[in-house]
């Protein structure tokens, strides 16, 4: 079993920067694949950014590419995206998520608001 926990969520203006954070509970964070998804309301939930268990190979949507990092530190069981040049259509809950062979793990969200 894995808990991840989000948080680093926030209001901020158009151009602005933030980082989200997701720490994991128990042992197996070293192993799993991770992921940063966003959910805009009325939207469906989309992968924003991924990266391997040890850090060697990320992804990331169109979107966000050249504004958002996602990375991690297996010492703290925590993965990280940081985002920068925010823009009003990044407005959405994040998410993180664990993946474990066949187990996919979720955290709870964390809102993320940019204003124009």
């Known amino acids: 079993q894995v808990q991840l926990v989000e948080s680093g969520g926030g209001l901020v203006q158009a151009g602005g920067s933030l980082r989200l954070s997701c720490t994991a509970s128990?042992?197996?964070?070293?192993?799993?694949?991770m992921g940063w998804f966003r959910q805009a309301p009325g939207k469906e939930r989309e992968l924003v950014a991924a990266?391997?268990?040890?850090?060697?190979?990320?992804n990331y949507v169109d979107s966000v590419k050249g504004r958002f990092t996602i990375s991690r530190d297996n010492a703290k069981n925590t993965a990280y995206l940081q985002m920068n040049s925010l823009k009003p259509e990044d407005t959405a809950v994040y998410y993180c998520?664990?993946?474990?062979?066949?187990?996919?793990?979720w955290g709870q969200g964390t809102q993320v608001t940019v204003s124009s």
């Open positions: 990266i391997t268990n040890v850090g060697d190979s990320t």
């Open positions: 128990g042992r197996a964070f070293s192993t799993a694949a």
């Open positions: 998520r664990a993946v474990l062979s066949t187990w996919r793990y």
